[in-house]
Each structure stands twice: as structure tokens, then as C-alpha cells.
T-cell receptor, first 119, second 110 residues
Framework: DSGVTQTPKHLITATGQRVTLRCSPR?????VYWYQQSLDQGLQFLIQ???????AKGNILERFSAQQFPDLHSELNLSSLELGDSALYFC??????????????????FGPGTRLTVL | TQLLEQSPQFLSIQEGENLTVYCNSS?????LQWYRQEPGEGPVLLVT?????EVKKLKRLTFQFGDARKDSSLHITAAQPGDTGLYLC??????????FGTGTLLAVQP
């Protein structure tokens, strides 16, 4: 158990609909990352929030949005859903540290994922 | 764009065999992580390597970071069916460039 929680576990919906995925990071972690994983695309970084603010954006569609709340949980909103949005969606929180001599490391702890099926 | 190329892409072996998975880049990284992902579950962190030439062992898994910090390898000794999964190398430094390797899908047949 990574300590990262995600709900719901499964979500089935129709094209054109809107859904919200929820994530709570590990206790004490300020960052939340969202990833999409489909069979043909691998693990794709979507967006990162740090202490309530957007920190980095990856391959996130304009139909998707996210936010992080004061209690640090995050929600990923997917709208105007298309068949191609069917995928596993993971969130992660991280431990970031500096290294002697410069550089850094970023260890990600992933939640169990939400499997979204768009019919 | 920085990329982490993994090889092989797929590997199917018999229980008891040894194998090595490679993660290569043309860029220098301050650290690399290795993850294993089982079907339908989130990736799980296995190890972080930070020093060129570093070798870390996790039971039957041996991780090595190249001297120039451009590559890394994962060696599994006497593979077991429980080792089956997707192995990913990953770099995510503070510059927020989050880079996952292309992945190696390992199947260990009993």
C-alpha cells in the first residue's frame, strides 16, 4: 500500500459525459501528479500540482482539467468524453530531494488507479 | 526532448533463467528510478540510483547506474513468475521534466 488513495476504482460512462476522479496523496506529501495509461500509449504524464498550485503540464487535453484543494486532495475532471479516453488514470505523490553535488531525485508513489471505460 | 530507451521491449523467459533490462539515454541524469507495474495496478518504486557506477541489490534484483549516468540496468537472477510485470525506468528531477522509459514487459513462465 503506497498510501495514495484514488476513487473510484472503476468508472463506466458514455461518450460526451463528464467525470471526476479523486486522489489523496500520502500524508505529508504536497505534490500530486496525474498520469494516463492506455494500451497503446504507455504511461503519459498529464499534470502536477504542488500545494494547491499547478506546477507542470504534460500531455493534458483541453477537455481535461485538475485542481488541488487546501486539504491537498486533487481531482481530475474529464469532460466531453471520447472513446479514446478509456484508460487507466493514476495519481502519484512524491518525495523530492537534493543530491550532494547538485541534481535531485523524485520518487513517485502511485495510487491504485481508476479504470475509465467510455462506451 | 530527453528520452529513456528501454530494451528489450518484451521478454518471455522460463522460471529460473537470468535476464537483464537496459535503460539508455543520450542525456546525463542526476538520478534514476526503477518501477515495476503489475497488470491493472499502479507502478511500485523498486530503487533509486544516484551515483555513477552505483550498484544496488534488492533480493534477486541488481540495479546498476552507468559511470556516466546516462544508462542503467536491471538484472534479475533466477526469475520467478512473481517477477512478471512491466519494468519502467524513470527520471523526474526538480526541473519538472518527467520522463518515463519506454518499458520492458517481462513474462516469466512457470
Amino acid at each position: 500500500d503506497s498510501g495514495v488513495t484514488q476513487t473510484p476504482k472503476h468508472l463506466i460512462t458514455a461518450t460526451g459525459q463528464r467525470v471526476t476522479l479523486r486522489c489523496s496523496p500520502r500524508s505529508g506529501d504536497l505534490s500530486v501528479y496525474w498520469y494516463q495509461q492506455s494500451l497503446d500509449q504507455g504511461l503519459q504524464f498529464l499534470i502536477q500540482y504542488y500545494n494547491g498550485e499547478e506546477r507542470a503540464k504534460g500531455n493534458i487535453l483541453e477537455r481535461f482539467s485538475a485542481q488541488q484543494f487546501p486539504d491537498l486532495h486533487s481531482e481530475l475532471n474529464l469532460s466531453s468524453l471520447e472513446l479514446g479516453d478509456s484508460a487507466l488514470y493514476f495519481c502519484a505523490s512524491s518525495v523530492v530531494g537534493g543530491l550532494a553535488g547538485g541534481g535531485s531525485y523524485n520518487e513517485q508513489f502511485f495510487g491504485p488507479g481508476t479504470r475509465l471505460t467510455v462506451l | 526532448t530527453q528520452l529513456l530507451e528501454q530494451s528489450p521491449q518484451f521478454l518471455s523467459i522460463q522460471e529460473g533463467e537470468n535476464l537483464t533490462v537496459y535503460c539508455n539515454s543520450s542525456s546525463v541524469f542526476s538520478s534514476l528510478q526503477w518501477y515495476r507495474q503489475e497488470p491493472g495496478e499502479g507502478p511500485v518504486l523498486l530503487v533509486t540510483v544516484v551515483t555513477g557506477g552505483e550498484v544496488k541489490k534488492l533480493k534477486r534484483l541488481t540495479f546498476q547506474f552507468g559511470d556516466a549516468r546516462k544508462d542503467s540496468s536491471l538484472h534479475i537472477t533466477a526469475a520467478q513468475p512473481g517477477d512478471t510485470g512491466l519494468y519502467l525506468c524513470w527520471w523526474g528531477g526538480a526541473t519538472n521534466k518527467l520522463i518515463f522509459g519506454t518499458g520492458t514487459l517481462l513474462a516469466v513462465q512457470p
